[in-house]
Structure formats: structure tokens, C-alpha cells
């Protein structure tokens, strides 16, 4: 069966609109000989990679932190200066990656980089961070990745891979799963997570079968044994993961498979993947159903500035900007790179709409994990 129309140009869609979403979110940032900011305004940096394989996740994170900080600056921004979200676009490549940096670096007004996505670019500038080669906060990164050491620069305050997986398969230790499955989408995939997921896999005394894909990951789907366990972790984006369940649905053993937070349900089901296979994905933030402040707020100004469905990858965009600018807010001296980090390097405990942000030895505070799971039947659930 050939993928919808939808499918197959998401992707092709995602990269013409990139470029007009981080474009709309700084105004007269790719002006030359303009400045960024005028002189009253603080400047907030958020670097996206929009490339092929991270897009799905950036534009909808994007999206939430752009609409989160248009909210702030109707509200009277900091202390009655407007923030300017500077958003700069990359491939995800480290010259790019540098690049981007650079260019924040050198624009004197900006104080943060806030909500950095997805993981592999979230990744790269915290390990830039921890090398001594970045002298500014790194906020609410979309740091997926367990097993990287956060320095006293950066600040992640979602559940990373680890809490994901070990969440997802204690809900499904009734089953009584000793073995797990793991499809890795693409060899970038395999090559950035393989190493972390054995160790967690190997911390949680699980056996582990790992399957790298290296061309139509559809194939591999029908490829599968018996022998295969029949709870699969998929390491991927939505897309991938669409055509691995078609490849799927051609098997007679049923299987779950588990997901994490960079694919999305929602996009999943308008694909009309996954008919036949039961898919459960963790995310680090609330539904977006809850009725908690933060969620309330964002499901109101996202409805009331975009003309996007809610997505929990877009959710914690928008707890991202929150909570750097609950920390700017807090912060009583004049704003400058120093004070900022300074002010984040505190690390105090946090209470973001009932979305609560406290800090472990480890630097990290993302322990809050939910998921959903989306039935045979196609209904969302969870």
C-alpha cells in the first residue's frame, strides 16, 4: 500500500516553511545592516535544526515557544521590555551548528539560548557547552540524550530518553517483557543512540535485539520473524515510523511498539499508519488535554496566534519560553549575559503552571513522564 499524500510531503513541506517560520519568529533577523533589537529590547535565541530528519520535531517546538514569547511581550514582556525571539535556523551539521553560534555570540543584546531542538542540535551545543567553547545559558534544551554530562551551563528540565523508556516499559512489565526489540529508523539514528540505549537496556536488565535500518525502513518491517520480540522500540521520526508499521501490518504476530517523544501521535493518526499495531509514546510534559494552568494557557494562545493543533512537542516549546522567562523575571540586577547565568545557575526549584521544575546532583530535572497509546481501533488514549 503506497503512503498518503500527506506523508510523502510533510517532510518536502516542512523544509519550504522552515525557513518562514524561524524568519516570522525575529523580525529583521536576515536583514543585513539592520539590527537585531532595538536598544530596549532583550534578545532570546533559539537555535532549530531543520534538517530532513529533525524538522518534525523543530517546527512544532518552534511553533510553541514562538507563541509563547508573542504572549510575554503582549502582557508587557520583562519588567516592561519586549523580548525579541531570535530564532536561527541550521542543518545540524557542526559547521552549521557554529555558525549559529557564532552569530549569537555576537549580537550583544542576546542574553539566552532558550529551547534548542531537536536532541542531536540540543546535543552538539551542550557538549560545545561543557568544552569550555560557550559563555552563556543554554535554557530548556530538548535534550533527549541521558547520557550526556550537563555542565553549569545548561539547563534541561524534560525527562531525557531514559525516564522515557523506563516509564514506558514498567506500564508494560505486566506483560512480563524480558526482551526487547529495537528499531533504529536510520544509521544517523543508530550511530547517536545506539551505545545509550544498550546501557539503559543493560541498567533495566533487559535483553536487547537491535535492527538498523539502511534504506526503506518499510522493508524492514516486513522483514521481521518470529523469533522478533514482541515489543519493539522505535528510535525515528513520525514519518519512519509510519512506514514501519506498514510493513508491519503484513506480519501475523501482533507486536507494541514503544515510542519516544520525538514522534507524534497526532500526525501518526491523520497519516492513517498504524492500523493494525498498537503504538504507545512516552512525552516529558502534560497531555495536552490536561487541565493544568500551563496547558489551559498554552491550548488558549495557541489557538488564539497559530492555526496549529495542539502537539506536546509544541507544549514544551511553549514550557521552554515559560520558563526562561520565569528565570529573567526573577532576576533583580540589570540583565546582562553574567547576571542571566548567573540567575539560571541557581537552578531553584520551579512552578510553572503545575508543570514543577526542580534540579538533581546531576543538574538535570526532568523526571515527569506521560504517554499515550494509540489503539487498533484508532483512538488516542492515555
Known sequence: MPLPHSLLNRRHWLQRAGLLTASAAAPGWAQPGKPAASSRSLVVAQLVDFSEGQQDVSKDFLIGSRAAWQDINARGGIRGRQVTHLAVETDGTPSSVRTALNEVRDNANCLVISGSAGDLLASQIAA???????????????????????????????????????????????????????????PREYAAYHVEVERIAASMQLQLQSFQNTGDVRLLGLKLTTSTPGVLLFVGGTPELAQFTQGLEKQARLRYIVALADVNLQTLMQMGAARNTPVIATQPVPMTTASLPVVRQYRETLARLFDEPPTPLSLAGFIAARYTFEVLNEIDTPLTRQSVLAGFQQRASLNIGGFRIAFNAQHRSGTYVTQSMMTLDGRLIG
Not at 530548556?140 to 547520557?147: D, E, G
Not at 534541561?156 to 514506558?168: K, L, N, S, V
Open 128 to 186: 560545545i557547552s561543557s568544552q569550555g567553547g560557550l559563555n552563556i545559558a543554554h535554557a530548556a534544551p530538548w535534550l533527549q540524550n541521558s547520557s550526556l554530562e550537563v555542565d553549569d551551563k545548561t539547563f534541561p528540565i524534560f525527562a531525557a530518553r531514559q525516564e522515557q523508556i523506563a516509564y514506558a516499559l514498567k506500564n508494560l512489565s505486566v506483560m512480563g517483557v524480558k526482551v526487547l526489540g529495537t528499531i533504529y529508523a536510520s
